[in-house]
């Protein structure tokens, strides 16, 4: 096969390269130039000489489906975002991609791109592909003038990623700033007259009335050292710190200080962070490094270290203020050694689709980004392909197609990344023999002595633990036993706990089926038994696996409610990842638990024959009950909901849900704070709740938008399992349905829990 490089003599000349080189190096100000202040940028392993580098720009060749194409490709004047034009008289053609935007980069041929060319593949080194966090948004595939370049770039991104994820709680605050100082700047002087300050403080949702406009001058003139009549962004930040103020903090701080001082001791902070916070274990040694990680500018030495309310405020926006218990999300906690059909085991269905269940593309790409969400259990959809090779695409469809090595390959090469737990895979087998024969040979030659080929112990009575299969690859498939003659014999001596069988009722299963096979039920079946036999199927998943998956009338990829399928003890409750829903979201919070390994222990209702998620109540032998009081304090830039109107300011509000058993589902609210997103504070509501299985329960914080017509909004919200919450002031951030933050967008609470 020939291998096409592309010359630099079909891509630009001399000329228009000079041109435009010059033109993006009249630079302004970048936001990480604030970063760099008092760290220089080779410290965060960014080299100033590849920012400029990256900055004037390179040429590529953009490869789509169809066509390849000549663009320049540059890095934004902030750093904060990549800009792809066409060539030459196509410049004005821009693409704007946000660096927080990429999931990550391919290097050589490992997209699903590249995989998928039969001719005129470029050399390996040239190649590179940017993976879009979004499956909706297209993912570019670049190729480089030389290897050379093409590396730098790789280097220079991957730099720029590691700066941005790890920025601290102030440094998000100030990129946040900084987005909306870049949105006011209307004519690009990089500096802000008073009217545009006025749409600033507009587009954050603080309120702009004469008085507060009177205050926004006095403010102004303190701050315009240069005397211009203009802020600039590092005069427009020491602003945005005289009024974001936190006196809720500061009162907090107050108490634990002797003789309410501005600094506060480790052996302050230990009592803080013990009595109050409720981490017990925090000893001197931890919280000498708390100051020293969230105190800046410390120079003090050992002898003198304290913390000011500067690093106090810090410390709680960061990790130890989050109302998710560090143990629960950070480490494997709970008991790996039970049998599997004893864990909620996190799962997808149609992994390989990106969107649309009938005309969507099916990409290599979902089954790394749906692992990396923690997906234990992914779907193959199988179908025979040309030339003796199986594919995987939705059967019937106009779905596209992709290689089933090409995917075993990727499960292979990520299954393992993050945890060592077994990773499942649920074949839908269509394939004729021939090219069954094809999949097991693939499987067997790409996972070697991962694939799981025989029983972990011989004479087993019950399914072995996730302990016991570490580091191995499960078949789920139909096999022979099920009097299928269309079924590889090699195949069906593959699948060793995980065989797929009929499902005829819960009493048929006891009588004639074992604990290594398995049924898959629709939503709508599965639904119906849950409840009307409640019971039986609480009793039926104890000792034998069931996955449940969406209705086929679902075609945009929509979802159901996994919280009552996990009610009855179902393992695998199998959704679309690809869609941006609350019930995905539910799940992705759920498995965050148990230091995110997709596994998760079922509490001990579901093996007690009192227990019914609909029916018990607090009075059940096997309740556990506990009361939760949450005081909401203050919240922190609250934006507008989406569809605001230019002059709206939000009139935000707290409401409190919870979802579970039937006995707990239950929504309270705060008061509403009238015409204040940025900093409103509240007069510390107290919203109180019962719950009575707590380990299947779920609560979630939803920020309102009061409407004085209509439906109000929602500004954004935050959903966590009731078991992992954390007790004392918290700071809330809110979340997409991704399960990524809003920027520094939050609420701060207190909490306290007890049991009833």
Not at 382 to 392: A, F, L, S, T
Not at 467 to 485: F, M, P, Q
Not at 532 to 558: C, M, N
Not at 586 to 613: A, E, Q
Request: charged content about 25%; some cysteine; hydrophobic content about 35%.
């Amino acid at each position: 096969m020939k291998q096409q490089q592309p010359r630099a003599s079909d891509i630009s000349t001399t000329m228009n390269r000079r041109r435009i080189r010059h033109k993006s190096c009249q630079r302004g100000c970048s936001f990480l130039e604030f970063l760099y202040k008092n760290r220089p940028p080779s410290d965060m392993g960014v080299s100033e000489d590849m920012l400029e580098s990256m900055v004037r720009g390179e040429y590529f060749v953009l490869a789509r489906s169809k066509s390849r194409k000549t663009c320049y490709v540059r890095l934004s004047q902030d750093h904060l975002n990549l800009i792809i034009s066409g060539h030459g008289c196509l410049l004005k053609r821009k693409k704007k991609i946000r660096i927080t935007d990429i999931k990550e980069l391919q290097q050589g041929h490992e997209a699903n791109y590249w995989k998928k060319l039969k001719r005129k593949i470029p050399e390996k080194n040239l190649c590179f592909s940017i993976i879009m966090e979004k499956a909706s948004k297209k993912n570019q595939n670049l190729i480089g003038i030389t290897g050379q370049i093409t590396e730098e770039w790789m280097r220079g991104l991957l730099s720029l990623f590691h700066v941005i994820d790890n920025l601290s709680p102030e440094q998000q605050q100030y990129h946040w700033i900084w987005k909306h100082f870049k949105e006011a700047d209307k004519d690009n002087n990089e500096k802000l007259n008073l009217s545009e300050i006025y749409k600033l403080f507009n587009k954050i949702s603080m309120p702009i009335s004469d008085h507060h406009k009177q205050y926004i001058k006095v403010i102004h003139r303190k701050y315009d050292t240069s005397g211009d009549g203009m802020l600039s962004f590092s005069e427009i930040l020491e602003f945005f710190k005289e009024i974001t103020s936190r006196p809720d903090v500061n009162e907090i701080f107050k108490q634990y200080t002797y003789e309410k001082s501005n600094h506060m001791t480790p052996q302050e902070l230990v009592k803080f962070m013990r009595k109050t916070q409720g981490e017990g274990e925090v000893e001197i040694a931890t919280a000498t490094s708390l100051i020293k990680k969230y105190e800046v500018g410390l120079d003090n030495g050992e002898d003198n270290m304290q913390m000011s309310i500067r690093g106090f405020t810090n410390m709680l926006l960061s990790q130890w203020g989050s109302p998710f218990k560090k143990n629960d999300s950070e480490t494997v906690h709970m008991d790996m050694t039970k049998p599997l059909s004893h864990y909620f085991i996190a799962s997808s269905h149609n992994t390989y689709l990106s969107d649309h269940q009938l005309y969507g593309e099916s990409n290599i790409s979902n089954y790394q980004r749906a692992i990396d969400q923690g997906c234990r259990c992914v779907e193959l959809d199988c179908w025979d392909g040309d030339d003796g090779e199986p594919v995987i695409y939705h059967g019937h469809t106009l779905t596209s197609k992709i290689l089933f090595k090409h995917v075993i390959e990727v499960i292979r090469d990520c299954a393992f990344q993050k945890t060592d737990f077994p990773m499942l895979l649920s074949i839908e087998n269509h394939c004729d023999v021939a090219q069954q024969d094809r999949m097991i040979t693939i499987m067997k030659e790409l996972l070697g002595d991962k694939l799981l080929l025989a029983p972990i112990e011989e004479n087993e009575n019950a399914l072995p633990s996730p302990y016991a299969l570490r580091n191995k690859i499960i078949l789920k498939a139909k096999t022979l036993s099920e009097g299928k003659d269309d079924i590889s014999q090699e195949l069906s001596d593959s699948i060793i706990y995980m065989k797929s069988r009929h499902f005829d009722g819960f009493e048929e299963t006891r009588e004639t089926s074992t604990f290594e096979y398995m049924s898959s039920l629709g939503e709508e079946k599965a639904e119906g038994l849950a409840d009307k036999e409640t019971a039986d199927f609480i009793k039926h998943t104890q000792w034998q696996l069931v996955r449940i998956y969406p209705k086929g009338t679902r075609t945009k990829s929509s979802n159901y409610d996994p919280i009552p399928m996990w009610n009855v003890g179902s393992q695998i409750v199998a959704l679309n990842y690809q869609s941006d829903d609350f019930e995905t979201y539910t799940n992705l919070v759920s498995f965050r638990r148990n230091g995110g390994c997709g596994y998760l222990l079922k509490p001990s209702y579901l093996f007690s024959p009192d227990f019914n998620p609909l029916t018990c109540d607090e009075s059940s032998a096997c309740a556990r009950p506990i009361g939760i009081v949450v005081r909401v304090i203050s919240g922190q830039q609250l934006p507008k909901p989406k569809d605001s109107k230019d002059k709206d300011v939000v009139d935000p509000y707290v409401q409190i849900r919870v979802d579970g058993c039937a006995i707990d589902k239950q929504t309270q609210e705060s008061s509403v704070v009238e015409d204040n997103g940025f900093n409103p504070r509240w007069l510390d509501d107290e919203l109180h709740f019962a719950v009575t299985f707590p380990k299947l329960a779920f609560m979630t914080f939803n920020v309102m938008d009061k409407d004085s017509i209509g439906n109000d909004d929602l500004v954004g919200r935050y959903s966590i399992p009731v078991d992992s919450l954390a007790t004392g002031y918290r700071h809330i951030f809110l979340e997409t349905l991704k399960g990524e933050s809003i920027g520094p967008v939050s609420i701060f609470v207190y909490i306290e829990i007890a049991a009833k």
